[in-house]
């Protein structure tokens, strides 16, 4: 099986990098790195807060406009791509998934911030005028940690992150449906847990709604309530999802893809993708690469 995706890791992407972290100005992050404008995942957590520039970016092929003061946030897995125009600043953090375990009693603590949960809704903020200067305050402490090896420097930053995710989630995000009990949220994220850890194999509501110990009906209501879609249309949406990223490496033939998936054959994965997108996997291609010119 050729290579499935190009994926970076923080090492591949900057020679100075300590206790799996990488912090930086984003102007000279880009000048290092040019060639990150095309499609690619990362396998660590990835967050660009934007002082000045303009152009678009794109996570799972949602786009957004690159504006001063937006800051974005990306999990391991996703894809993303940019086109700046013009000078672009800001700063850019990435730090790998072990970062936070020896410091954190809960290994899941990241996953409560809605911008970290994979919901691109959720993944880019605009702040507001009060957050500003407070959120470019800590990552000039970050890279003032970054730069002078200060005693404990690694424990700083980590105190540092979780200050900048629990102001902006404060600030910039809205509150949880009070009258939702926090039992229906652990359930949903769970099933979708179990969905990024069996999509190619399991596609039934009732195979997930055995692993959680309830009713196929139970799972199908929670998610009609919760994401206003069946349990079905979730799964959907995730391999359909997998398959866009995988279009992306034009090295891979459709076929292939729809081998890597688990579909009987070409046909079927093709019938599949274009009922939930509206086009065919070669259109959806001809598409991406019609923008990486």
Same mark, same amino acid.
């Given at each position: 099986?050729?290579?499935?995706?190009?994926?970076?890791?923080? &090492?591949?992407?900057?020679?100075?990098?300590?206790?799996?972290?990488?912090?930086?100005?984003?102007?000279?992050?880009?000048?290092?790195?040019?060639?990150? +404008?095309?499609? /690619?995942? +990362?396998?660590?957590? +990835?967050?660009?807060?934007?002082?000045? &520039?303009?152009? +678009?970016?794109?996570?799972?092929?949602?786009?957004?406009?690159?504006?001063?003061?937006?800051?974005?946030?990306?999990?391991? &897995?996703?894809?993303?791509?940019?086109?700046?125009?013009?000078?672009?600043?800001?700063?850019?953090?990435?730090?790998? #998934?072990?970062?936070?375990?020896?410091?954190?009693?809960?290994?899941?603590?990241?996953?409560? =911030?809605?911008? =970290?949960?994979?919901?691109?809704?959720?993944?880019?903020?605009?702040?507001?005028?009060?957050?500003?200067?407070?959120?470019?305050?800590? =990552?000039?402490?970050?890279?003032?940690?970054?730069?002078?090896?200060?005693?404990?420097?690694?424990?700083?930053?980590?105190?540092?992150?979780?200050?900048? =995710?629990?102001?902006?989630?404060?600030?910039?995000? #809205?509150?949880?449906?009070?009258?939702? #009990?926090?039992?229906?949220?652990?359930?949903?994220?769970?099933?979708?847990?179990?969905?990024?850890?069996?999509?190619? !194999?399991?596609?039934? #509501?009732?195979?997930?709604?055995?692993?959680?110990?309830?009713?196929?009906?139970?799972?199908?209501?929670?998610?009609?309530?919760?994401?206003?879609?069946?349990?079905?249309?979730?799964?959907?949406?995730?391999?359909?999802?997998?398959?866009?990223?995988?279009?992306?490496?034009?090295?891979?033939?459709?076929?292939?893809? !729809?081998?890597?998936?688990?579909?009987?054959?070409?046909?079927?994965?093709?019938?599949?993708?274009?009922?939930?997108?509206?086009?065919?996997?070669?259109?959806?291609?001809?598409?991406?690469?019609? /923008?990486?010119?």
């Amino acid at each position: 099986m050729k290579e499935i995706f190009p994926v970076y890791d923080i &090492g591949t992407l900057s020679k100075y990098t300590q206790e799996d972290i990488l912090i930086s100005r984003f102007g000279a992050y880009l000048q290092v790195h040019k060639n990150l +404008h095309l499609p /690619h995942r +990362h396998n660590f957590y +990835h967050l660009v807060l934007f002082t000045e &520039g303009s152009g +678009h970016h794109a996570i799972d092929f949602k786009n957004f406009p690159v504006t001063p003061h937006q800051i974005y946030f990306m999990i391991p &897995g996703q894809v993303h791509s940019w086109s700046f125009e013009g000078k672009t600043d800001g700063y850019v953090v990435n730090f790998s #998934p072990a970062f936070f375990q020896s410091f954190l009693q809960n290994a899941d603590y990241l996953e409560q =911030f809605p911008f =970290f949960s994979g919901n691109i809704d959720y993944q880019v903020i605009n702040l507001a005028g009060d957050v500003q200067q407070k959120a470019i305050a800590i =990552f000039e402490q970050l890279i003032n940690e970054s730069e002078h090896g200060n005693p404990l420097s690694a424990d700083m930053v980590r105190l540092l992150l979780l200050e900048l =995710f629990i102001t902006i989630s404060r600030t910039s995000l #809205p509150a949880p449906a009070a009258t939702v #009990p926090s039992y229906n949220y652990t359930l949903l994220k769970n099933f979708q847990k179990l969905i990024d850890q069996n999509y190619k !194999a399991l596609r039934m #509501p009732k195979e997930y709604a055995a692993m959680l110990y309830i009713t196929p009906n139970h799972l199908n209501a929670l998610c009609n309530d919760l994401l206003g879609i069946s349990a079905g249309e979730v799964i959907r949406k995730r391999v359909v999802l997998e398959a866009k990223r995988l279009l992306v490496n034009f090295n891979l033939s459709v076929t292939e893809i !729809a081998g890597e998936l688990n579909f009987q054959d070409n046909s079927y994965f093709t019938k599949f993708f274009k009922k939930l997108e509206g086009v065919t996997p070669e259109e959806f291609r001809n598409e991406i690469k019609s /923008h990486t010119k």
